[in-house]
């Protein structure tokens, strides 16, 4: 509806009243809309439900361990309204169908009708498969040109472009979130590269299956979620060579953490660690995996059971 900002903004001058609006994108806070309301209204992002508000939400036999309760969180995510159906994958599917159908075609291809439909599934699909894959615009964009589904054009990097344009429709739909790279020695954010992670595991297990192979993957996705619902700002960790998954950040805090699935085997250890030993501040480091393990430190660098931070 044409102006609807006006009315709201009236109803604010005219009655003593707390106005709360809600809407699934970005453009609900368009310039005019800012221009309007400036100063006078607080933006609240919401998240799907974490893994702690997931275990309030669903009734679970007590036979039913923590891990299992887990596996389903990875398999069907946090979308409220999936507890209709009682983890019946065909049912949960059909509402995510419903829901991604609707951010996508709605929210996206009717504001910007001059988008194909066709490239940006695509782009989503590149995005979902190459979850905690360090890329850019270009290289997504020479893939899927060298895979016909762009057509890159001569001189410039015209599909880089057409990429970066869409990942910004996703962007803006809240269906993915992007994250830079972060020079740890240098102190500086870096313009080049970064990693994309889908909202809601549910969304990405709908459009690719889900798949134990790809474990590792989804397990980071769910950290980076949970650092965003712990109000971190995000990135990824560059120290010389060797990268960190993630470094958080707040006004007094800072954390370095890994994600791995596993740290039994000697070899994956010491890639997890290495990074982590080369930072010479005394920030907080962590390294979170599916272990239970009685080794809780490795020279001071934490290690910990992933479920047992999630519920912290």
């Not at 453009?27 to 702690?52: A, D, Q």
């Not at 439909?117 to 995005?127: D, G, H, N, Y």
């Not at 990429?163 to 500086?188: C, H, P, T, W």
């Not at 989804?218 to 990268?243: C, M, Q, S, W």
């Amino acid at each position: 509806m044409e102006h609807w900002e006006k009315a709201v903004e009236s109803f604010r001058l005219d009655f003593d009243v707390d106005i709360y609006i809600t809407g699934s994108n970005a453009y609900l806070l368009s310039t005019e809309f800012s221009t309007l309301l400036s100063g006078r209204y607080v933006e609240i992002r919401m998240l799907p439900l974490s893994f702690k508000e997931f275990l309030t939400f669903y009734k679970f036999s007590p036979s039913v361990t923590i891990e299992e309760k887990f596996q389903k969180y990875l398999q069907f995510g946090g979308m409220p309204i999936l507890r209709e159906y009682h983890f019946n994958e065909a049912r949960s599917n059909q509402a995510l169908e419903g829901i991604y159908s609707t951010v996508v075609l709605r929210d996206i291809l009717q504001r910007k009708p001059q988008s194909d439909q066709s490239t940006l599934q695509k782009i989503m699909l590149f995005v979902c498969s190459n979850i905690g894959s360090i890329t850019s615009p270009n290289n997504i964009g020479t893939i899927l040109s060298n895979e016909g589904d762009i057509k890159a054009g001569k001189g410039k990097n015209v599909a880089g472009k057409t990429v970066e344009k869409y990942i910004e429709m996703l962007r803006n739909a809240f269906i993915i979130a992007s994250i830079g790279r972060y020079d740890v020695k240098g102190k500086q954010l870096l313009k080049t590269l970064g990693k994309n992670y889908v909202i809601d595991m549910g969304f990405r297990n709908m459009l690719l299956g889900y798949r134990d192979a790809d474990r590792g993957h989804i397990l980071e996705n769910i950290v980076y979620l949970e650092l965003a619902r712990r109000e971190y700002n995000v990135y990824i960790g560059k120290v010389g060579e060797t990268e960190i998954d993630f470094v958080a950040e707040k006004p007094n805090d800072k954390l370095y953490i890994q994600v791995t699935e596993s740290m039994q085997l000697p070899e994956t250890r010491e890639r997890e660690l290495r990074p982590l030993r080369m930072i010479s501040d005394n920030y907080e480091k962590i390294i979170l995996s599916m272990d239970r393990s009685y080794i809780n430190s490795y020279d001071g660098i934490k290690s910990l059971y992933l479920i047992d931070w999630l519920l912290e």
